[in-house]
């Protein structure tokens, strides 16, 4: 705040106004108050003198009483209502004697006195004097007054001013303290933020260490696990880890089969000469010894006994200050060791982690090594065992067929004169052919799913209705069914039930299911075969009143070779492949078996579903059929002209003998030769019955040959091939070697009877 200078200069202008119409008194008062000090100034009326105080400040105004116009007392009035001239000091002047009443209206009015004229210049002068006094001092007042105001102000501007100065500077110096005190506040975070991002920095560079090792540690397990030759791994293996862990050494010792012996297989940071001379090591003693014995880690750093370091010839060889052994277990047996070593001081806490989990992974690789090829081993045996069962049991099966044809020939031979001579003979006679087709049913089972399970048995399949099938499955199975006296109840709809199938075939599934149900029902029980036709497939059933399966056994039964159980019923017979077959079979037929049972003693149902024949044209008739459909009775049997070329003295004989009692005439060739000489020699024989397994020229050749002199001669007629071999590729040979028809041994009589009796070009093919 600025304040004005003082006005230090005394006003010296007391001003005095001479108010008078006369100008002759007015030039008189000039002249008496010349010297009083104060500068006149004069007015001719009442109206002048008001117009000059408007203007200006007097210290006295003398006025004139007399005045035309405003008259000294009128003039005197308006100076009174004025603010500004209201207290200024007036004397009125009067030429002559006023009565008291003017004089008081003049005091009324503010005079201050009263002059006469003629005026005593003295008087006058020391009046006026007064004023002029009076005024200056007033103005001197003022003036100090003024000073003092002032000097207060400029006082109070300076304390203001220093006031001002005190409180900036305290605000400036709270205001510092502030920013100091942010300013610390700032370097402290500056410092803490300094060593968050340390920490942080350390902690992501841990975070990136900790990270790449259990990438290692995922990279090895997966290489370990997934590779087929862990041990070839582990060179690689060690390697990476070498370059990820600081290592400078490692050894990979393998268990000998002896159980006593470490030996080296994978290793790194020794010399080869060094690998040479510690490739093995006994499990006893040493740093080996301690772990072979307590299956634990072992260490040894810069913190262990010297003796232990001396005891590692690796550890010098190696050059390292630390080292780090692993038992490698399975089970408990120890199968190796892994050792590491480091030329630091020690290992940390977090490698000896790592190393433990590799260790353990290494471990189970190596057994899970050892075990897979333990299994692939396995595998191989089992599979070649596998093949050898099926090749025995196809060999065995064909090896059987041939001693039981000459006895299904004998038999039938005797026959004639068991029947004859009636009694224990007849019995003796009809249990040796019920035994002989038992034990032809089960060679022919054994054959057939030697042939499924290699995929060699084809369907000859044929539009036929499932009564053909039911009635010949159930002359089959009757004679079972009637020796324990069961009863059979047969439900089958009158409609036509049109299947496409290969009757035998399908015949054998529902034979074996009766025979079963025959075999596990104990004697008089109830044996019921129940067909249904649905929209599109038929459902059979065959339920007993039997012995009942095990529930945990109903998804077995299916199975080769499996029994239920192998001692009560063993007079029962049966390999355990009768419903491996009926399964099969029914498959390839499209459909699907299975069995139900309550539980044992609650008997037993096996459901056969096989798709209906949707076609609508007739059955088509098969070769089968017609030898079937077509007996020969005796009656219609005309004798024949008939070669028989066997090498198996017995069959031939026995085959003679069967074809003369039906008045065939017979020569007999025991080789291809013989044959071949037989039938040029003139002989004109109808049929030729030729075995394929010939010794010198197989059956193949002697049918062509055959066929050479038939298209000379007109003879042999009809050429049949019996063969212990039934496959299909065996029947495709014999049609293209030019036979007609092909019998597998052991052959039925009355097949056989039905074969010859068939006109030529009716063969069974
Ligand atoms: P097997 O030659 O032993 O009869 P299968 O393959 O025909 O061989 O039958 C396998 C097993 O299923 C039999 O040993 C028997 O235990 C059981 N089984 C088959 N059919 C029946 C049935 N109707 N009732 C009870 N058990 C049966």
Redesign the pocket.
Known sequence: MSVPEPHLSPSTSAEILLVDDDPKTLMAMEAMLGDVGGALVAARSGREALLKLLTQDFAVILLDVQMPDLDGFETAELIRERDKSRHTPIIFLTAFNQNDRSMLRGYALGAVDFMFKPIVPEILRSKVQVFVELQRKTHEVQRQARLIRDAEAREHARMLGEERQRWEADNLRAQMERERAAAVEMARKAEELARAVADRDAAARALVQSNARLALLSDTANRLLTGQRPHELLDELFVRLTGHLDLDLYAYRSLDEDGATLTLRSWGGISDDDAHRLQTMSIVGGVLGKIAESRTRFIVDADSPASDVRESPVMAAAGVSACLWFPLTADDRLIGTLAFGTKRQRFTLEELAVLQLVADQISIALERERLMSELQARNIELADADKRKDEFLAMLAHELRNPLAPIVNALHVAGLDAQARGGSVARAHATMERQVRHLIR?VD?LLDVSRITHGKIELRRERTELHTVVEQALQIARPAVLAREHALVVEIPDERIPVDVDVTRMTQVVA??V???A???NPRGTITLKVERDDDEVVLR?R?T????DPN?LPK??E???????SS?RA???????????KRLVQMHGGEVL?T?DGIGK????IVTIPLSLGDEDPVSSPVAIAQSAPATLSERRPLRILVVDDNADIRETLKELLEIDGHEVTLAEDGHGALAAAGNGHQHDVAIVDIGLPGLDGYGVAEKLVEIRRAKGFPRRLIAMTGYGQAEDRRRAFAAGFDAHLVKPVDPNTLAKIIAAQPNEGDR
Do not use: W
């Not at 039997?546 to 399966?549: F, N, S």
């Not at 080769?560 to 192998?566: G, P």
């Not at 029962?572 to 009926?582: C, E, P, S």
């Open positions: 089960l089972d074996n299911l025979n079963n149900a075999k596990y029902t065959v007993d039997g012995i009942g399966i056994m039964v299916f080769l070779f499996v029994q239920v159980d192998n019923d029962a017979g049966g390999l355990g492949i009768g419903l491996t077959l009926v069995a049972s008997g037993s149902e096996f």
